[in-house]
C-alpha cells in the first residue's frame, strides 16, 4: 500500500514562488513515476510534472522554465517548485504516484495567485 500526503500551496502574488511537497509512505520502493495534475474549475485536468524513476522529467508548456519537480530518494518525498506563478496557475494540485499498473493520489493543496 501507498500513501501520498501533500503540504505547501497557499495564496501568493503574480510573480511569487511556491514549493509543494508530496511524502510517500508505505511501499515505496515499488513507485517509479510522481508527478503532480493540477485542476482549475470550469478545467480538464492538466498534467503538470512528471518525475520517471531513471531521472528524466515532463512539463506542460504552459509551466516549462518556471516550474521544477524534483525527488528526495531517501526522504521519499518529491517536490514541486513553482517559481514566477501566474494568476492562469490557480488550481487544486494532486501529486501522484505510479508503482505498475496501479496509481495513487495524493489528497490535493489549493495554489492561489493573485494578480
Known amino acids: 500500500q501507498v500513501r501520498l500526503e501533500q503540504s505547501g500551496g497557499g495564496l501568493v502574488q503574480a510573480g511569487g514562488s511556491l514549493r509543494l511537497s508530496c511524502a510517500v509512505s508505505?511501499?515505496?520502493?515499488?513507485?517509479?513515476?510522481i508527478g503532480w495534475f493540477r485542476q482549475a474549475p470550469g478545467a480538464q485536468r492538466e498534467l503538470v510534472a512528471t518525475?520517471?524513476?531513471?531521472?528524466?522529467?515532463n512539463y506542460a508548456d504552459s509551466v516549462k522554465g518556471r516550474f521544477t519537480i524534483s525527488r528526495n530518494n531517501a526522504r521519499n518525498t518529491a517536490y514541486l517548485q513553482m517559481n514566477s506563478l501566474k494568476p492562469e496557475d490557480t488550481a487544486a494540485y494532486l501529486c501522484?504516484?505510479?508503482?505498475?499498473?496501479?496509481?495513487?493520489w495524493g489528497q490535493g493543496t489549493q495554489v492561489t495567485v493573485s494578480s
Open positions: 501522484y504516484a505510479d508503482a505498475g499498473v496501479d496509481r495513487y
Open positions: 508505505g511501499s515505496t520502493f515499488v513507485i517509479n513515476t
Open positions: 518525475s520517471f524513476s531513471g531521472g528524466r522529467t
